[in-house]
C-alpha cells in the first residue's frame, strides 16, 4: 500500500484556520465592548463645547453649566462620580470633565479608559477683557 507523502499533516490547515477565527472572534468582541465607550465619549465631548457657548452666549454662571453636563452625563454613559469642573479663564467660560471608566474584557482584563476633556468657549465674555 503506498503511504500518502503528507499523511502527518491532516488537519494542519484546520487547525489553523480555527486560529484564526479564534483570534478574529476576539478582536472583534473586544470592539463591541471598546467602540461603544469611544462614541459615547466623542459625542459627550460635542455636548460639552455646545453647553459651554449656549452658557457664553446666554450670560449664564458656571453652575448652571454643571447643572446641564451633569444632566446630560447618563445619556452618554458618563459615570456619576465624574468630575466636572466648570470655571471662567482669561475671559472665556470653560468645563474640565474627567472620568474613569472600567471596560472589563474577557480572561479577566479589565482596561481603564480615562476620559479627560476641556472645552472652552469660542467667544469671549462680555466685559471681561
Given at each position: 500500500?503506498?503511504?500518502?507523502?503528507?499523511?502527518?499533516?491532516?488537519?494542519?490547515?484546520?487547525?489553523?484556520?480555527?486560529?484564526?477565527?479564534?483570534?478574529?472572534?476576539?478582536v472583534a468582541?473586544?470592539?463591541?465592548?471598546?467602540?461603544?465607550?469611544?462614541?459615547?465619549?466623542?459625542?459627550?465631548?460635542?455636548?460639552?463645547?455646545?453647553?459651554?457657548?449656549?452658557?457664553?452666549?446666554?450670560?449664564?454662571?458656571?453652575?448652571?453649566?454643571?447643572?446641564?453636563?451633569?444632566?446630560s452625563a447618563?445619556?452618554?454613559?458618563?459615570?456619576?462620580?465624574a468630575l466636572?469642573?466648570?470655571?471662567?479663564?482669561?475671559?472665556?467660560?470653560?468645563?474640565?470633565?474627567?472620568?474613569?471608566?472600567?471596560?472589563?474584557?474577557?480572561?479577566?482584563?479589565?482596561?481603564?479608559?480615562?476620559?479627560?476633556?476641556?472645552?472652552?468657549?469660542?467667544?469671549?465674555?462680555?466685559?471681561?477683557?
Open positions: 500500500m503506498a503511504k500518502l507523502a503528507n499523511s502527518g499533516e491532516h488537519g494542519g490547515a484546520r487547525l489553523k484556520f480555527l486560529v484564526v477565527v479564534v483570534v478574529l472572534a476576539a468582541y473586544a470592539g463591541y465592548l471598546y467602540v461603544p465607550v469611544r462614541y459615547h465619549a466623542f459625542l459627550f465631548k460635542d455636548v460639552m463645547q455646545n453647553r459651554v457657548d449656549a452658557a457664553t452666549a446666554l450670560g449664564h454662571s458656571t453652575s448652571w453649566l454643571s447643572e446641564q453636563l451633569t444632566k447618563p445619556e452618554y454613559d458618563v459615570p456619576k462620580d466636572i469642573t466648570p470655571q471662567l479663564q482669561d475671559g472665556r467660560m470653560e468645563v474640565r470633565v474627567q472620568d474613569t471608566r472600567p471596560i472589563e474584557f474577557p480572561g479577566g482584563f479589565t482596561y481603564e479608559y480615562k476620559f479627560d476633556h476641556t472645552a472652552r468657549s469660542i467667544h469671549f465674555l462680555a466685559g471681561t477683557q
